[in-house]
């Protein structure tokens, strides 16, 4: 039985259930397992297997307290057609390296991976908790998490979603799916901010134990999507596992031999969920985190020094453009073994002196994590000559990926075959996309779309079809302070 207990050394222990309804812990802290479970199969004899069955084995392995039926119909609902490519996660290469194709559901982003389970994990869970309060899901977003997490919930009984984006800090398309969002219980703001203050915000709401009174009261209960929610982050964990079982498929390596991983990383939950599983036993020697300008975590692994008194750069793979990357205390606390109290301190300074370094036991536990950093002529550069040599096209954040694995492959000279998670479909950035394969000038997002279609052929997500003349739904624009009050309003 694997029981979930916060990074910040509170003991009140959760089941997973009660663990992905809460979202957040009571002192602040994120849920983590208390161990990290071993494969429960062994890796030989799931060659060939559906991403269906590996993942339904890896998740209910974390989720012990559902029973395999249950998990089973959480997979079933969400790796359904709703994903575009039979596989699910198609691997495919591309010069050097291979692509852990994870945008092939309805938004086009690989947060779909996690945000079409997460609505049957939650409510499976209210149900086996008998939680009767409608939950409402509150989620601070750099762009795809936002809509991804609307298509998962949109008319999904029981439930409200919230969704807060920075205005002007998503791209076209990201806005644009975002305010057509349908479903009667879905609610859509911008605010006149950053991701991080959007994140900031969020969490002040959740740690607002007055206003959870005063809902209380109302029958409603609050409850997170981002990737601090534990319900988020196991089905993620699923996808390296079939990726490494893919490779020995395809006779790329065999069992037992060491995989490299690159993840493009923003809030740290896609590289912490890779970490998760090495921690099961799948081969990953080295954990590659790619960011872009925004480069704290890189300097944070090359330093032990996580200092966020820095500018902070918008760049054209908007889904890092982030400061602070909440999962990093996940990792800061089963490196520490599992000392909340440390971590707690650690927090404690980011809030106050806006900087943290850490001990010895935790660099020296980092040390399979490399950092890199690619800014965004060098992320265009690389979307240039993938496609160019070898007709694959990727998007800015899997270009900025495959761009930091390129400078530490030729660093290191180190050949470990790489599995590199691609997170978006190219159509989503297709400005820079387009003008990255030559392509020129277009009127808007819409018109680049068409143009990088044209020219590669690479067929166009359903859900990016017909945006531009579907009709606009949610117009609120807000400053911070008022995130609050627009809750409370919309919640009526
Ligand atoms: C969210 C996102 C990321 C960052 O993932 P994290 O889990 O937050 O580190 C990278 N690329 C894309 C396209 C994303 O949507």
Redesign the pocket.
């Known amino acids: 039985m694997i029981s979930y207990k916060s990074t910040r050394g509170s003991k009140n222990f959760k089941n997973a259930a009660q663990a992905v309804i809460q979202g957040i812990a009571e002192d602040k802290g994120l849920y983590v397992p208390d161990s990290v479970p071993k494969l429960p199969f062994e890796i030989k004899d799931m060659v060939g297997k559906p991403y269906k069955e590996i993942a339904q084995a890896v998740i209910g392995s974390f989720f012990t307290d559902y029973s395999q039926e249950e998990i089973r119909a959480c997979v079933d609902g969400a790796y359904d057609s709703k994903f575009e490519e039979k596989e699910i996660v198609p691997v495919k290469k591309g010069g050097d390296a291979y692509f852990l194709e994870l945008?092939h559901g309805k938004t086009a982003?690989?947060?779909d991976m996690a945000l079409s389970i997460l609505p049957y994990l939650l409510t499976t869970a209210m149900k086996k908790e008998k939680e009767e309060k409608k939950i409402c899901i509150l989620t601070a977003t750099?762009?795809?998490?936002g809509k991804?997490a609307l298509e998962g919930f949109a008319d999904v009984p029981g439930t409200e979603i919230v969704v807060f984006y920075p205005n002007k800090g998503v791209s076209q398309v990201q806005e644009r799916q975002m305010v057509t969002q349908e479903g009667a219980n879905t609610h859509v703001f911008a605010i006149n901010g950053n991701f991080d203050d959007a994140q900031t915000g969020v969490k002040k709401i959740f740690n607002d134990n007055e206003f959870a009174a005063e809902l209380a009261k109302r029958g409603l209960k609050l409850s997170s999507a981002n990737?601090i929610n534990i319900g988020r982050l196991v089905p993620?964990v699923a996808y390296y596992v079939y990726g490494y079982i893919k490779l020995v498929g395809d006779g790329v390596i065999t069992v037992g031999d060491s995989i490299n991983v690159t993840?493009?990383?923003?809030?740290?939950?896609?590289?912490?969920?890779a970490y998760y599983a090495k921690q099961m036993g799948i081969p990953i020697a080295k954990l590659i985190c790619a960011s872009n300008e925004n480069r704290v975590l890189t300097d944070f692994i090359n330093t032990g020094v996580y200092d966020i008194r820095r500018e902070f750069y918008l760049t054209n793979?908007p889904?890092?453009d982030?400061l602070i990357?909440?999962?990093l205390e996940r990792l800061l606390y089963h490196l520490c073994g599992n000392d909340g109290d440390e971590v707690r301190k650690l927090m404690e300074s980011l809030d106050s002196e806006k900087k943290y370094e850490v001990g010895e036991k935790i660099r020296s536990g980092m040390k399979d994590f490399v950092g890199g950093t690619a800014n965004v002529e060098e992320t265009n550069a690389a979307i240039g000559e993938m496609y160019e040599k070898n007709g694959y096209l990727m998007?800015?954040?899997?270009a900025v990926a495959y761009k930091v694995y390129a400078d530490y492959r030729k660093n290191t000279g180190d050949k470990t075959p790489t599995l590199i998670?691609s997170?978006?479909s190219a159509y989503?950035?297709a400005d820079s996309v387009a003008k990255s394969i030559g392509l020129g000038d277009e009127a808007d997002g819409f018109a680049y779309i068409r143009a990088l279609n044209e020219k590669t052929g690479v067929r166009i997500p359903a859900g990016l079809k017909g945006l531009e003349t579907k009709e606009i739904r949610h117009k609120g624009v807000l400053d911070v302070p008022d995130m609050k009050k627009a809750v409370s309003e919309c919640l009526k």
């Open positions: 945008y982003a690989f947060k750099s762009g795809d998490t991804a990737s993620q993840v493009p990383t923003g809030n740290f939950g896609n590289i912490l969920a793979s889904s890092m982030i990357s909440s999962n998007d800015t954040h899997t998670a997170t978006a989503k950035f």
